[in-house]
Each structure stands twice: as structure tokens, then as C-alpha cells.
């Protein structure tokens, strides 16, 4: 397990989600995600909890490419979904800290979250043992083979 002062941006905005640090108390009704407000049908966010702001979305969109300019549309659009990922993995941390029975969401709450639904790693937190094991494809030889075998099976 990781201590609180190892932080990347990702864990970090996580991390001020949930209380500004890398735990935070479940609350005896479910989930909880400190520290964020959902915006659903009000038409925006307030800027207080809002984890992802305008200047910094224009300075990431710049580090991409420094010509490109947003709508005020589709920065409004991004900065919800943003919003709506960290508030869904948040809310599934602590799920995942009450399916666990503790008291606290650890970073292994959200490392499982997001490697299991989103396919995502964050390096240098935890170890490898949360990294399920991946099944290797299925090629479609080894289909054809299966398919002959159960046929093989249906006719005794």
C-alpha cells in the first residue's frame, strides 16, 4: 500500500474526492463520496468541488496541441464526464471498501475499480497482487477445435 504523501495526478484528484487523502470514511447509508456534487439537470457544476476546471482543461487541451480550441459546448461536456468518472469510481471505491467490511476506502479500492471496469493501472501504488490474471484470446483455431470436440461428445 502506497502512503498518502506518493501522489500522480490521477490518484490525486481521487484522493480530493474522497476527503483529500488516500482513504475516507464509509458513512453508514452506502457510499460516499465527500467532497464532490453531482451537476445532473442542474446545467453546471459548482467550481468549489469541481475537480476538473476550465483553465486546466484548455492548458491539457494545449499540451496536446497548442492550436486547438474547444467549444464552450464541449468543454461543458468534458468537465461533466470528468466529474461523473471520478463520482462513479469514488462511489465504487467505497462499495468496495464496505463489500470488504472496513471503514476506510484504500487505494487498492480504486486501483481494482479501475483495472477491472476501465482497464487502468496506476503505477506506483500497491503492488501487483490486485492485477488479475488475463486470459489469453481465444484464437479461432482453438474455437474450431471446442466445436469439434462437443460435437465429438454429442454423438456418444
Not at 40 to 56: C, E, N, V, W, Y
Not at 121 to 138: C, H, M, N, Q, S
Request: net charge neutral; with cysteine; charged share 25%.
Amino acid at each position: 500500500m502506497a502512503s498518502p504523501s506518493q501522489s500522480s495526478p490521477a490518484t490525486a484528484a481521487t484522493a480530493n474526492a474522497i476527503g483529500g487523502s488516500s482513504s475516507a470514511k464509509i458513512s453508514s447509508g452506502g457510499s460516499s463520496a465527500a467532497g464532490t456534487t453531482s451537476a445532473s439537470g442542474s446545467g453546471g457544476t459548482d467550481s468549489a468541488t469541481q475537480l476538473l476546471t476550465k483553465p486546466r482543461l484548455q492548458e491539457l487541451v494545449r499540451e496536446i496541441d497548442p492550436t486547438e480550441q474547444l467549444d464552450e459546448e464541449v468543454e461543458e461536456l468534458l468537465l461533466q464526464i470528468a466529474d461523473d468518472f471520478v463520482e462513479n469510481t469514488v462511489n465504487a471505491a467505497c462499495l468496495l471498501a464496505k463489500h470488504r467490511k472496513v471503514p476506510k476506502v484504500e487505494v487498492r479500492d480504486v486501483q481494482l475499480h479501475l483495472e477491472r471496469n476501465w482497464n487502468m493501472w496506476i503505477p506506483g501504488f500497491g503492488t501487483d497482487e490486485l492485477r488479475p490474471y488475463k486470459r489469453a484470446t481465444v484464437t479461432e483455431a482453438h474455437k474450431q477445435r471446442l466445436a469439434l470436440i462437443r460435437k465429438a461428445i454429442k454423438k456418444y
